[in-house]
């Protein structure tokens, strides 16, 4: 998950993308220079939600079904670039790729998000995976849906742009603390048992 967020970044930054006014999928634009590092770099994001639903414990189905769809939708909004400055309706023209990959990268973004959820709410779920993720659905679902009504209601702006920053950020914050807790959650447990 560091390295796609790093490779990501990376593009981003370092792309003639418009910077906070544009969406950060403009830095897989095919004639960006840095097209291949966002590629890469999402690729690999979508390869980590895809491992963090694995290594969901399995009373979480649901949380580990919107993840894997997370990912799958990842690699979607990928594979398929939008056009240069990735118009989107209502307020600009938009072609066929441009709806398929902004709607999968809203597919994706909502999956995580509802999978956040899913395990704030699942009663089985470990209680600090359960923190967590109330935590990062607070933070989330009023950011998400502040990027709904802005995109609809202002449409390509510095609003849109930061809001989709903050939202991305708490997804991959969200990710990189559940597989930490994850990976050191049983050793705890087994520690605190032979104690």
Do not use: N, Q
């Amino acid at each position: 998950m560091i390295a796609g967020t790093a490779a990501v970044t990376v593009a981003v930054v370092a792309g003639p993308g418009p910077g906070l006014t544009g969406y950060v999928s403009e830095a897989g634009v095919a004639d960006s220079g840095y097209a291949w590092t966002y590629r890469i770099g999402v690729f690999a994001l979508a390869a980590a939600l895809m491992l963090v639903a694995a290594a969901l414990p399995a009373v979480l189905r649901a949380a580990a079904a919107l993840l894997t769809f997370g990912s799958l939708a990842t690699l979607l909004s990928g594979a398929v670039t939008c056009s240069a400055g990735c118009p989107l309706p209502p307020f600009e023209r938009a072609t066929v790729a441009d709806l398929v990959h902004g709607g999968a990268s809203v597919a994706a973004t909502a999956a995580v998000v509802f999978a956040m959820i899913a395990i704030a709410l699942a009663p089985a779920a470990d209680r600090p995976l359960r923190r967590v993720a109330t935590v990062a659905a607070a933070v989330a679902l009023p950011l998400a849906g502040a990027v709904g009504l802005a995109m609809l209601a202002v449409g390509r702006s510095s609003l849109v742009g930061t809001l989709e920053r903050l939202l991305l950020a708490v997804a991959v914050l969200w990710g990189l603390v559940t597989a930490v807790t994850l990976a050191v959650g049983p050793v705890a447990t087994r520690r605190a048992r032979s104690k």
